[in-house]
């Protein structure tokens, strides 16, 4: 077992948390709101997935490459969607639906890793 893995994915989860609750603030008091309730959304329902299987951290080496992509891609989203908040610019051109998609790619890869488990 990777022994980086565990608390790895509790630091991001925990990051993901933060950020997604101060989005959730901002959206609520910025002109902008609908921007930052995407990047709450996105913030808040990643970071329970993470903190699962930073805490269960199975033999799974598909269930852990999962989770790193939907690290991976949750980040890139948000950060996308940061920066074009505050600077006016995306990270780089296509950089949110890149992230979405490593989200889609790594709930597949945890699914799969899953039914890996159990068969």
Known sequence: MLVWFP???I???????A??????????????????????????TQAPALLALGLYAGPGTVLRIGGLVIALGALL???????RQFIGNGLFPMSAPL???AMIAGWLLVGIGGLILRF
């Open 99 to 101: 992230g979405g998609m």
């Open 11 to 17: 630091v991001l989860a925990g990051l993901l948390g």
């Open 77 to 83: 989203f948000c950060l996308d969607l940061a920066s």
């Open 7 to 9: 608390p790895l994915m």
């Open 19 to 44: 950020a997604g609750v101060a989005a959730a603030a901002a959206s609520s008091h910025a002109t902008d709101g609908p921007r930052f309730a995407s990047l709450a959304l996105i913030a808040l």
